[in-house]
């Protein structure tokens, strides 16, 4: 019985797949697009925690011990963690997607009502590059060459699933550009800033509630409402990883309604698809 035993965790050993970490959901979509299952993919960030403030389980610094390479994406909580994952773990690869596409223009927008008063702006630190589809064809190159490096045996295997998702984002980008290309209202108001990259991509600009990750005071909820009556805004969007209250403090004034819309939904590109509906639906009220 016993050498049954070890027989079949030697078994398990020989056919134990290697592992791929990734900080959020969607990179796992990514990923997986690209190696399907030859690879274990483990995410630090579990469904409806925030990417900003979540505290990584000692259990998940156990399984990291088994993955070859992490895929960073500029999250606020890798400040704390990715050096930890380093020890955890020292033949571990972390490799810094953001830092490829650092050249495809920040968004820069005003929070409402200040440019006018202060004759000042700030550019918005965003670092959501997964809500853009056209960054994340470059996301996806960045994804199959590291992979190729760790299983090169398979590279023709990667190279092909990676034209074929390339290809399902080329048609996904021109599906919403065509969506988006005639609204009349080109501002949305959002709770959390995260949607920076994905107005940008197609012409877009968000209003922001949040502030530098705080509360907004009531002056500024002021101006945010003063906007949307002007521009006849009757949504507020808001993520299920913040609180709704400022949202519904500024739907109640204005006569709208507050959406809903995950940044983070592991469903990419049914996500987006989703998140381009709303925006739709909020320009024809």
Same mark, same amino acid.
């Given at each position: 019985?016993?050498? @049954?035993?070890?027989?079949?965790?030697?078994?398990?050993?020989?056919? =134990?797949?290697?592992?791929? =970490?990734?900080?959020?959901?969607? /990179?796992?979509?990514?990923?997986? *697009?690209?190696?399907?299952?030859?690879?274990?993919?483990?995410?630090?960030?579990?469904?409806?925690?925030?990417?900003?403030? &979540?505290?990584?389980?000692?259990?998940? %610094?156990?399984?990291?011990?088994? =993955? *070859?390479?992490?895929?960073?994406?500029?999250?606020?909580?890798?400040?704390? $963690?990715?050096?930890?994952?380093?020890?955890?773990?020292?033949?571990?690869?972390?490799?810094?997607?953001?830092?490829?596409? *650092?050249? @495809?223009?920040? /968004? !820069?927008?005003?929070? !409402?009502?200040?440019? !006018?008063?202060?004759?000042?702006?700030?550019?918005? #630190?965003?670092?959501?590059?997964? %809500?853009?589809?056209?960054?994340?064809?470059? /996301?996806?190159?960045?994804?199959?060459?590291?992979?190729?490096?760790?299983?090169?045996?398979?590279?023709?295997? &990667? +190279?092909?699933?990676?034209?074929? @998702?390339?290809?399902? +984002?080329?048609?996904?980008?021109?599906?919403?550009?065509?969506?988006?290309?005639?609204?009349?209202?080109?501002?949305?108001?959002?709770?959390?800033?995260?949607?920076?990259?994905?107005?940008?991509? &197609?012409? %877009?600009?968000?209003?922001?509630?949040?502030? !530098?990750?705080?509360?907004?005071?009531?002056? &500024? #909820?002021?101006?945010?409402?003063?906007? =949307?009556?002007? *521009?006849?805004?009757?949504?507020?969007?808001?993520?299920? /990883?913040?609180?709704?209250?400022?949202?519904? @403090?500024?739907?109640?004034?204005?006569?709208?309604?507050? #959406?809903?819309?995950?940044? #983070?939904?592991?469903? $990419?590109?049914?996500?987006?698809?989703?998140?381009?509906?709303?925006?739709?639906?909020?320009?024809?009220?």
């Amino acid at each position: 019985m016993r050498f @049954f035993l070890i027989f079949l965790l030697f078994l398990g050993s020989l056919f =134990a797949k290697d592992m791929i =970490a990734v900080s959020i959901l969607p /990179q796992k979509f990514f990923v997986k *697009k690209i190696v399907e299952d030859r690879f274990d993919i483990e995410v630090m960030v579990p469904p409806g925690s925030s990417p900003a403030t &979540y505290s990584v389980k000692p259990q998940q %610094l156990l399984s990291l011990k088994k =993955a *070859k390479i992490y895929f960073s994406t500029g999250v606020p909580f890798e400040k704390a $963690w990715l050096k930890r994952f380093k020890s955890a773990n020292k033949s571990l690869k972390i490799v810094d997607i953001g830092k490829y596409i *650092k050249k @495809f223009p920040m /968004q !820069e927008h005003h929070h !409402e009502g200040e440019h !006018e008063h202060h004759h000042e702006h700030e550019k918005i #630190l965003d670092p959501h590059i997964w %809500l853009s589809p056209p960054l994340v064809i470059l /996301q996806a190159r960045v994804i199959l060459e590291e992979i190729c490096k760790i299983d090169p045996k398979n590279k023709d295997f &990667y +190279l092909k699933n990676y034209q074929k @998702f390339s290809n399902e +984002l080329t048609n996904l980008d021109t599906k919403i550009f065509k969506k988006l290309f005639n609204l009349k209202k080109r501002e949305f108001i959002v709770y959390h800033p995260s949607f920076g990259y994905f107005a940008r991509s &197609y012409n %877009l600009k968000q209003i922001a509630i949040e502030k !530098e990750g705080k509360e907004p005071t009531i002056k &500024y #909820l002021k101006r945010v409402i003063d906007i =949307a009556k002007k *521009k006849n805004i009757k949504v507020v969007f808001v993520e299920p /990883q913040f609180s709704k209250k400022s949202a519904k @403090f500024i739907a109640s004034k204005i006569g709208g309604e507050v #959406l809903e819309i995950d940044p #983070l939904n592991e469903n $990419w590109d049914k996500n987006i698809l989703k998140v381009v509906e709303a925006i739709e639906r909020a320009n024809s009220n």
